[in-house]
């Protein structure tokens, strides 16, 4: 039989992202039956430049945030209709929780203060606080408000690329990954 200490130790890294995962699914869950409102009709519903790949690949010298739109498109195109966009934006939502958590854990452990088991429930707290903070909603359920959540999603990557590049010294990470992920967070909202 495996001793409680061992099953805890493999536990432990699962436990945590399936409670993030789970909050969000609570949090969020009844997204799925929002409707189009709103921006969403001049940005998606009336707009012929994000119904085909063609229509996207030709307004990409004119228009902005050709990022965003691609995964409007990418949705528009495969379906399944209104359902496919609050998959993607709950799923985006949900990546940068599990970022905010990755990356609060990561700052936060090495700390003289916190003991490691500090820093994991002080990274899991940030994560439950990012993940449940009510200026979130419109971000997850207007699907317009994916703009924000890609944006977020890309520059949070972009920031643990740099960290992990930090820290294993690697410049494929650092001069590659990392600035690649922020002009992705740039082609997604310009606030990045």
């Given at each position: ?59 990409l ?35 940068n ?39 979130q ?32 010294e690697?410049?494929q ?19 990045a």
């Open positions: 039989m495996i001793s409680a200490r061992l099953r805890t130790t493999w536990l432990r890294p699962l436990i945590t992202p399936l409670i993030l995962l789970g909050s969000v699914g609570l949090a969020y869950g009844n997204a799925f039956w929002g409707a189009f409102q709103f921006d969403d009709y001049n940005v998606i519903v009336d707009n012929r430049l994000v119904h085909s790949w063609a229509a996207w690949a030709g307004d010298p004119h228009g902005i945030r050709p990022l965003l739109k691609a995964t409007y498109t990418l949705n528009w195109t495969l379906g399944p209709g209104l359902l496919g966009f609050h998959l993607v934006n709950l799923f985006v939502h949900a990546l929780v599990l970022l905010v958590y990755v990356l609060s854990r990561k700052l936060l452990t090495g700390q003289a203060a916190l003991s490691a088991d500090s820093a994991s429930s002080a990274a899991l707290l940030a994560g439950l606080l990012f993940a449940l903070h009510p200026v909603t419109e971000a997850v359920t207007y699907i317009s408000g994916r703009s924000t959540s890609l944006m977020t999603l890309f520059y949070l990557g972009s920031l643990w690329a740099y960290v992990r590049g930090t820290e294993t690697s410049k990470w650092l001069y590659g990954i990392s600035p690649i992920l922020f002009v992705c967070s740039l082609a997604s909202k310009e606030v």
